[in-house]
């Protein structure tokens, strides 16, 4: 019952990402997920700031996240093939950093539900974005976010068919919910294919609220996921009212270290 604990870097937008990870290297979080908000992101020598600063504090990087992931439908999941060729070789600059910073995985949105592609011409550019992946020791996995093709769950569970182990995902509980969908269905029917977390609580006000203050009930959602072989990690993810201090949100970070802890 071993998994990571961490925050993303996203939470603390629109913060400088240099400036949001040495926050969470000073809380000593376990783990991170980078959010690249822009392209001079990629350059080796900023890279090599974030990685000495990593070191220094002894934070790891689980997730690697695009800023390009709003036009991910354009350039990955177009009808134009020569773009999508294009797209590919500026996602292997991604690939590469998310390898420098010693990152497990990358995290792709994909294509918008209006964007309309057959489901196989999906998985075949999935399967091919991997594979490329893979050569940088890279695992991409897949996101359920609402606005996208990946918002149901029926629509993973089809990927995972086609794909088998090839396929795996990010869930994030508050797409979840804004897809209409139960996290705990997720959690249930796409099991160890899962290996990270966007983690969020929900009500009727909000679908995106510090862990413990909603309805997910998070022991349940956890006990579920962990009975399902889940073994990657859990990172919050908010938007920035979401909480109203970086100490309310590590003690969130804190609350949800301490869920783990005692189901040990």
């Given at each position: 019952?071993?998994?990571?604990?961490?925050?993303?870097?996203?939470?603390?937008?629109?913060?400088?990402?240099?400036?949001?990870?040495?926050?969470?290297?000073?809380?000593?979080?376990?783990?991170?997920?980078?959010?690249?908000?822009?392209?001079?992101?990629?350059d080796?020598?900023?890279?090599?700031?974030?990685?000495s600063?990593?070191?220094?504090?002894?934070?790891?990087?689980?997730?690697?996240?695009?800023?390009?992931?709003?036009?991910?439908?354009?350039?990955?999941?177009?009808?134009?093939?020569?773009?999508?060729?294009?797209?590919?070789?500026?996602?292997?600059?991604?690939f590469?950093?998310?390898?420098?910073?010693?990152?497990?995985?990358?995290?792709?949105?994909?294509?918008?539900?209006?964007?309309?592609?057959?489901?196989?011409?999906?998985?075949?550019?999935?399967?091919?974005?991997?594979?490329?992946?893979?050569?940088?020791?890279?695992?991409?996995?897949?996101?359920?976010?609402?606005?996208?093709?990946?918002?149901?769950l029926?629509?993973?569970?089809?990927?995972?068919?086609?794909?088998?182990?090839?396929?795996?995902?990010?869930?994030?509980?508050?797409?979840?919910?804004?897809?209409?969908?139960?996290?705990?269905?997720?959690?249930?029917?796409?099991?160890?294919?899962?290996?990270?977390?966007?983690?969020?609580?929900?009500?009727?006000?909000?679908?995106?609220?510090?862990?413990?203050?909603?309805?997910?009930?998070?022991?349940?959602?956890?006990?579920?996921?962990?009975?399902?072989?889940?073994?990657?990690?859990?990172?919050?993810?908010?938007?920035?009212?979401?909480?109203?201090?970086?100490?309310?949100?590590?003690?969130?970070?804190?609350?949800?270290?301490?869920?783990?802890d005692?189901?040990?």
């Amino acid at each position: 019952m071993s998994y990571c604990v961490g925050i993303s870097t996203a939470t603390l937008y629109p913060m400088l990402t240099e400036q949001a990870l040495l926050a969470l290297c000073k809380r000593k979080v376990e783990c991170v997920e980078i959010f690249i908000n822009t392209e001079c992101e990629l350059d080796k020598k900023y890279l090599r700031e974030l990685k000495s600063m990593l070191r220094e504090y002894g934070v790891s990087v689980r997730a690697l996240h695009p800023f390009t992931c709003e036009l991910e439908s354009m350039m990955l999941f177009t009808h134009y093939p020569r773009r999508f060729e294009d797209g590919l070789r500026f996602y292997k600059r991604f690939f590469d950093a998310a390898s420098f910073l010693e990152a497990d995985l990358f995290v792709l949105h994909g294509n918008n539900r209006f964007n309309v592609i057959p489901d196989e011409v999906y998985f075949e550019r999935f399967e091919r974005l991997s594979q490329e992946a893979e050569k940088f020791s890279v695992t991409m996995v897949q996101e359920n976010v609402a606005r996208c093709m990946s918002g149901k769950l029926g629509f993973l569970k089809k990927m995972k068919g086609e794909l088998g182990d090839r396929a795996k995902f990010v869930l994030d509980t508050k797409q979840a919910v804004r897809a209409g969908e139960n996290p705990l269905d997720f959690a249930r029917e796409l099991g160890n294919s899962i290996c990270h977390v966007h983690i969020s609580d929900h009500d009727t006000d909000s679908d995106c609220k510090l862990v413990g203050t909603g309805q997910l009930g998070y022991e349940d959602f956890m006990s579920t996921l962990l009975s399902k072989g889940f073994d990657g990690s859990v990172v919050i993810e908010l938007y920035h009212d979401g909480y109203k201090s970086l100490d309310e949100l590590y003690d969130n970070y804190s609350y949800i270290k301490a869920v783990r802890d005692n189901m040990r």
